[in-house]
């Protein structure tokens, strides 16, 4: 059944023989032979683990008692929070849900007691009443939103989803300039932090700049011809992130 595993607390992985024909694993996780959907993770897994993009469907109890995930990333394919999803996922402290889920089940988060913050998007349209028993964070959804409207009915915190509005001063510059970027963050729950990071445009890997500090602006030396990406991340003070990028040309003077 769908809780198999649930309450298995001591269980440090899964590993499924590669020739079953229902089951598949991997990093110790459960999942269908397609993997589509998303068994059980083993509650003794410990850090940040980002479902694959293959997902589209989590077990109930699939994350119960993984008290070691410190973050969880949801794919785009998800289309609901079926019941006790997070059951007691202390290790928790902000979670996004994709902008695909319609409906979050009973009791999905129940005793996430660390967690600060679930960004739930407008598509979510159905929530169960019990859906965040024993759980403290901050909702955070868009105006008049179901779960704006929730939220106010079960007198739980609730709080406009961050909006990154921050600025460049110029899109293109001779190398030898510099831009300035502009930090400005809009709902969310103050304080905000701000942090950037750029990379060229050819590379992969995002250089710091600035980590996350009371700094809303930064200026930035290019030291080559090239075409730059710089990204601005705001963070409010339960951690919520969004971020905004910029293309910059630096041309030879």
């Known amino acids: 059944g769908s809780a198999a595993f649930a309450r298995c607390e001591s269980l440090e992985r899964i590993d499924v023989n590669p020739n079953n024909t229902y089951y598949s694993s991997s990093d110790g996780v459960l999942f269908d032979k397609d993997k589509t959907i998303l068994l059980t993770c083993p509650a003794k897994k410990t850090g940040e683990y980002t479902v694959p993009k293959s997902v589209t469907k989590i077990y109930p109890y ?40 319609s409906s ?30 024993i759980c403290y964070a901050t909702i955070y959804g868009n105006e008049n939103s179901q779960i704006q409207k929730y939220a106010k009915d079960n007198n739980l915190p609730f709080a406009l989803i961050p909006v990154n509005k921050s600025s460049i001063s110029s899109t293109s510059v001779t190398l030898g300039d510099t831009v300035t970027l502009n930090a400005l963050a809009e709902n969310g729950v103050a304080p905000y932090s701000y942090a950037y990071s750029y990379k060229k445009a050819s590379d992969t890997r995002w250089i ?27 963070k409010d003070s339960n951690g919520v992130e969004r971020r905004k990028i910029f293309t910059l040309g630096v041309y030879a003077q």
């Open 208 to 234: 710091t700049a600035q980590d996350y500090s009371s700094s809303s602006s930064f200026v930035f030396r290019p030291d080559s011809t090239d075409t730059y990406n710089l990204c601005v991340k705001i």
């Open 62 to 101: 699939a994350f119960s008692r993984c008290a070691g995930l410190t973050k969880i990333t949801l794919p785009e394919g998800i289309t609901e929070i079926r019941d006790y999803t997070f059951d007691t996922c202390t290790g928790l402290t902000n979670i996004e849900l994709p902008s695909g889920v």
């Open 104 to 133: 979050i089940g009973g009791y999905a988060f129940i005793s996430c007691k660390n967690l600060k913050s679930i960004v739930v998007p407008d598509s979510v349209t159905s929530i169960d009443y019990d859906a965040f028993f």
